[in-house]
């Protein structure tokens, strides 16, 4: 389904907006200015931005998304509200992730397991299920624009490296537009209408 303009700016920027501003706050806090590794060695070498995008596709959010908003949450949503549907979807998403805390070299794994930066990662994953929802609701309930959202925070959380302070920072700022979203929309749709009529393209 065609996805409008404006949707396609939520789905792009929201993400790197809240590391950005996560990184100021952060760094305000006392945080040292990171050296932004990653997005050094692509500007050092732009071509190898296309073999990194297609990996961070497809391992992530293309065979996640697929399962999570592609198979699992239509039913979820056809028997509780869309929020409590993305709550249910959210735990049992964060609870995926889990394994990768024992992988050696992935970011979970560099978090630490039961640390405070490990429920910073298990809660945010929780509640960013809303912001999915309330993205696939209006985009017609569009598997492409999870996908893209998907992956506009993996690589916007890569690129944008956080100190000990601004780590914590997007799980709370994640909360706020949660919270405003929810308060916009209302729990029941995350939309003004029914998920099957939300197919904003403006």
């Given at each position: 389904?065609?996805i409008?303009?404006?949707?396609?700016?939520?789905?792009?920027?929201?993400?790197?907006?809240?590391?950005g501003?996560?990184l100021?706050?952060?760094?305000l806090?006392?945080?040292?200015?990171?050296?932004?590794?990653?997005a050094a060695e692509?500007?050092?070498?732009p071509?190898?931005?296309?073999?990194?995008?297609?990996?961070m596709?497809?391992f992530?959010?293309?065979?996640?998304?697929l399962?999570?908003?592609?198979?699992?949450?239509?039913?979820l949503?056809a028997?509780?509200n869309a929020?409590?549907?993305?709550?249910?979807?959210?735990?049992?998403?964060?609870?995926?992730h889990?394994?990768?805390?024992f992988?050696?070299?992935t970011?979970q794994?560099?978090?630490?397991v039961?640390?405070?930066?490990?429920?910073?990662f298990?809660?945010?994953?929780?509640?960013?299920?809303?912001?999915?929802?309330?993205?696939y609701?209006h985009?017609g309930?569009?598997?492409?624009g999870?996908?893209l959202f998907h992956?506009s925070g993996?690589?916007?959380?890569?690129?944008v490296?956080?100190g000990?302070?601004?780590?914590?920072?997007?799980a709370?700022?994640?909360?706020?537009?949660?919270?405003?979203v929810?308060?916009?929309?209302?729990?029941?749709t995350?939309t003004?209408?029914?998920?099957?009529?939300?197919?904003?393209t403006e």
């Amino acid at each position: 389904r065609r996805i409008g303009l404006r949707w396609y700016a939520v789905i792009l920027l929201l993400f790197p907006a809240l590391n950005g501003l996560a990184l100021l706050l952060g760094t305000l806090a006392g945080d040292s200015v990171p050296a932004f590794e990653r997005a050094a060695e692509f500007a050092a070498d732009p071509v190898s931005l296309l073999p990194y995008a297609v990996f961070m596709v497809i391992f992530g959010p293309l065979p996640e998304e697929l399962g999570w908003r592609g198979y699992a949450l239509d039913g979820l949503q056809a028997r509780w509200n869309a929020l409590e549907a993305s709550l249910i979807l959210g735990f049992f998403w964060a609870i995926w992730h889990v394994p990768m805390f024992f992988m050696v070299g992935t970011y979970q794994a560099e978090l630490g397991v039961l640390t405070l930066t490990f429920w910073e990662f298990m809660i945010g994953a929780t509640i960013t299920s809303v912001l999915y929802t309330w993205i696939y609701n209006h985009t017609g309930r569009s598997i492409l624009g999870a996908i893209l959202f998907h992956f506009s925070g993996n690589v916007s959380g890569e690129l944008v490296p956080h100190g000990p302070t601004g780590r914590l920072l997007p799980a709370v700022l994640t909360l706020l537009v949660v919270v405003v979203v929810i308060s916009v929309y209302g729990p029941k749709t995350l939309t003004r209408c029914a998920p099957e009529q939300s197919s904003d393209t403006e």
